[in-house]
């Protein structure tokens, strides 16, 4: 059953390989509180997509396509933060990629905040809107007044 497996197997993580080469491996997503958009962002998008969200993280050499710099979303966005966007990209995968090819680089990932908590769908929504305001904090026009997202204990 692929959607089982692709639930269990998840997270990337960068191997060396060799000097110059680095590879991207699946490895099983790992937990983090649900409540903290900026964890999520750490543990799952940093890899790729930098601390910062700029792009540059470790991973993204290795992967085929850029990984997009998340912080000119507003920007690119007539200055308002696409959530609608963010959330079809997270449920769906990137909007970039031949659906048909899936995308080699960008994981889907809804069903794997899914698989984290027993009260699946309720709380990976609720990962997907703190992830959101975390990225939508990082946009490039908030630098001035940096909003540190709140890390709220799990109830
Ligand atoms: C393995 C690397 C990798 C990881 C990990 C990763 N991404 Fe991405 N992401 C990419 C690449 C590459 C692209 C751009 C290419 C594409 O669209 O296929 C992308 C595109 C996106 C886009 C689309 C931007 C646009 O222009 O609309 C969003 C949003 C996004 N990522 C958010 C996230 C979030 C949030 C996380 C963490 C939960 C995450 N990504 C983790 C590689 C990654």
Redesign the pocket.
């Given at each position: 059953m692929r959607s089982s497996i692709l639930v269990f197997a998840v997270?990337?993580m960068l191997m060396p390989a060799g000097a110059q080469k680095a590879t991207?491996h699946q490895v099983p997503i790992k937990r983090t509180s649900w409540a903290s958009g900026q964890q999520?962002?750490r543990e799952?998008?940093a890899?790729?997509?930098g601390e910062h969200g700029a792009g540059g993280?470790p991973?993204?050499r290795?992967?085929?396509?850029?990984?997009?710099d998340?912080t000119i979303?507003a920007k690119?966005n007539s200055g308002k933060f696409?959530y609608n966007?963010?959330y079809a990209?997270?449920r769906f995968?990137?909007?970039?990629?031949t659906p048909a090819h899936g995308?080699?680089?960008?994981?889907v990932?809804l069903p794997l905040f899914s698989s984290l908590n027993s009260d699946r769908e309720a709380i990976a929504e609720q990962r997907m809107h703190n992830?959101?305001d975390y990225?939508a904090s990082l946009q490039e026009s908030n630098r001035r007044g940096v909003r540190s997202a709140a890390v709220v204990p799990e109830p």
């Amino acid at each position: 059953m692929r959607s089982s497996i692709l639930v269990f197997a998840v997270l990337y993580m960068l191997m060396p390989a060799g000097a110059q080469k680095a590879t991207i491996h699946q490895v099983p997503i790992k937990r983090t509180s649900w409540a903290s958009g900026q964890q999520m962002y750490r543990e799952y998008c940093a890899v790729c997509h930098g601390e910062h969200g700029a792009g540059g993280g470790p991973a993204a050499r290795a992967c085929i396509v850029k990984p997009a710099d998340l912080t000119i979303l507003a920007k690119n966005n007539s200055g308002k933060f696409p959530y609608n966007r963010f959330y079809a990209v997270m449920r769906f995968g990137s909007l970039m990629s031949t659906p048909a090819h899936g995308s080699a680089d960008m994981p889907v990932w809804l069903p794997l905040f899914s698989s984290l908590n027993s009260d699946r769908e309720a709380i990976a929504e609720q990962r997907m809107h703190n992830l959101a305001d975390y990225v939508a904090s990082l946009q490039e026009s908030n630098r001035r007044g940096v909003r540190s997202a709140a890390v709220v204990p799990e109830p």
